[in-house]
């Protein structure tokens, strides 16, 4: 049927990224977020700051009735 082995020529092309289209082999990963942590000011990011303080929350018993 098939005269060439396709496994055997996997083996032998390496560590090879097998997820891009060959149109497009220097493209960056589609799939991989661009989670890089925000070192200015948050507002510059757009993050909200937070509004509750939570410094007290592990001296407290939640369970407990106040």
């Not at 060439?4 to 991989?32: F, I, M, T």
Request: negative net charge; charged residues 40%; without cysteine.
């Amino acid at each position: 049927m098939h005269t060439h082995h396709s496994n055997e020529q996997r083996k032998h092309e390496g560590d090879v990224s097998k997820g891009l289209p060959e149109a497009a082999p220097h493209a960056g990963n589609a799939y991989e977020e661009d989670d890089h942590p925000a070192k200015d000011a948050p507002k510059d990011h757009g993050e909200v700051p937070r509004k509750n303080d939570d410094s007290q929350d592990d001296k407290k018993d939640p369970f407990k009735a106040s």
